[in-house]
């Protein structure tokens, strides 16, 4: 059975960097895609960034863009999410999700999801 497990959160200052992985546990042919998204305390899940799993395709939300970079390391079949410039606005629970359709922002796109990682950015 795939799943993805998530690490890398953490409490930062803003203006800080962090790297979050996504670690897919039994290499399957077929994940086209990924995603990243994240939920805030009180809010729903929104999107954050999505690319292919293997590289090719990346495209991030509005709030990200320039700041969150998605790169990978095929032969750890490991996905990242880079975020410099951390702003209080991006605390929330990241998830990771995949196998769904390249570049969407949809949930239900996405048939796999990690269990989340907290990211606490302070003023």
């Known amino acids: 059975q795939v799943s993805l497990v998530e690490s890398g959160g953490g409490l930062v200052q803003a203006g800080d960097s962090l790297r979050l992985s996504c670690e897919r546990s039994?290499?399957?042919?077929?994940?086209?895609?990924m995603a990243w998204f994240r939920q805030a305390p009180g809010k729903e899940r929104r999107f954050v960034a999505a690319g292919g799993w293997s590289g090719g395709g990346d495209y991030y939300a509005d709030s990200v863009r320039g700041r969150f970079t998605i790169s990978r390391d095929n032969a750890k079949d490991t996905v990242y999410l880079q975020m410099n410039n951390l702003k209080p606005e991006d605390t929330a629970v990241y998830y990771c999700a995949a196998d769904g359709q390249l570049g969407s922002p949809f949930e239900a796109s996405y048939s796999y999801w990690g269990q989340g990682t907290q990211v606490t950015v302070s003023s």
């Open positions: 039994v290499r399957t042919n077929g994940f086209l895609a």
